[in-house]
């Protein structure tokens, strides 16, 4: 069955920084890729959609890589901001509307 | 435009209660999903329509669930009857039209309290 796995539960890093955060799945060879981010009590906000031909996508401090050998996307945040503080989600898509997420990554960031 | 809209945001009920929920999607948006996230299953597709007709209720968990929508501005998802084990939060979300890679757009969800 499909699998989709994003890195440890939370991720603390200080203000500045660059926040790496982890989606690998198995059993899966999806299209695309999104990236969510949800904040406390609020529904997820779309931030970047990356397709399987495309290796890398920027946007502002946001950078996405996409690797279908590895079964691996990487979700970057630099020049991290309290602002940032929230949960990310992954969600590859196939060629159809369905998307399945992930567990999510916590990020807090300390000014 | 206002984004999806959800109602109500919090709900508590009794075991065995009849539970309504409803969903305004953006305007324009043809298509729309039902999501359940609790800490253990993370998010998880209930059931999606495409213009008014449900394409795929597989996500549905029992026959206690069901959805409708009646027009391209409304749905509702019920469950008749709740159970504890229903407690979760609840999202509805609309897509302009559901390619491949659309974007959803989600509400900001029903907090379910089944007692």
């Known amino acids: 069955s499909q699998k989709i796995e994003q890195n440890s539960e939370a991720l603390n890093i200080q203000e500045g920084k660059t926040a790496t955060l982890t989606c690998n799945y198995t059993n899966y060879s999806p299209a695309y890729l999104q990236w969510y981010r949800q904040d406390p009590g609020r529904g997820p906000v779309f931030l970047l959609l990356i397709r399987e031909n495309e290796k890398e996508k920027r946007k502002e401090r946001l950078k996405v890589t996409f690797d279908t050998t590895l079964k691996q996307s990487l979700f970057h945040i630099t020049a991290s901001q309290p602002a940032d503080s929230a949960t990310y989600l992954c969600?590859?898509?196939?060629?159809?509307?369905?998307?399945?997420f992930g567990a999510g990554t916590t990020v807090t960031v300390r000014a | 435009d206002a984004g999806v809209i959800q109602s109500p945001r919090h709900e508590v009920t009794e075991m065995g209660q009849e539970v309504t929920l409803r969903c305004k999607p953006i305007?324009?948006?043809?298509?729309l999903f039902w999501y359940r996230q609790t800490m253990m299953r993370g998010l998880e597709l209930l059931i999606y329509f495409n213009n008014n007709v449900p394409i795929d209720d597989s996500g549905m968990p029992e026959d206690r669930f069901s959805a409708k929508m009646p027009n391209a501005s409304f749905s509702t998802l019920k469950i008749q009857p709740s159970e504890p084990r229903d407690s979760a939060v609840y999202f509805c979300a609309s897509s302009l039209q559901a390619s491949t890679a659309d974007t959803q757009y989600f509400g900001p969800g029903t907090r379910l309290t089944v007692l």
């Open positions: 969600a590859p898509g196939a060629n159809d509307y369905k998307l399945s």
């Open positions: 305007s324009g948006h043809n298509s």
